[in-house]
């Protein structure tokens, strides 16, 4: 019986793959802050409205996170993002 050898090559993956794999990270990243902190916010000022403390401010703030949430909608930047940059690293790594 013959055991064949399995011979592992390492190709380098091209600067402009991982040029653009860093940029879809820190875009992924940038639409994550942008969402789940919106929402933090937004949440932490809307208790603080409606316990009285700060009134309108919070509320005005309050507003504004949300606002920021349905109008620019980070979560679907942020899916777009990751679906891309898994397709691209998958296939940078197929190479």
């Given amino acids: 019986m013959s055991k064949e050898k399995e011979v592992l090559v390492v190709l380098e993956v091209p600067e402009e793959i991982k040029q653009r794999l860093n940029d879809w990270r820190r875009y992924w990243y940038r ?10 916010l937004g949440i932490l000022c809307s208790t603080f409205a409606a316990t009285g403390f700060l009134t309108s401010f919070a509320s005005v703030i309050s507003a504004v996170c949300f606002g920021v949430i ?26």
């Fill in 31 to 40: 639409s994550s802050v942008i969402h789940y902190g919106a929402g933090i």
């Fill in 70 to 95: 349905g109008f620019a909608k980070p979560l679907e930047k942020y899916n777009k993002y990751v679906q891309m940059w898994r397709k691209l690293d998958s296939a940078a790594y197929k190479i």
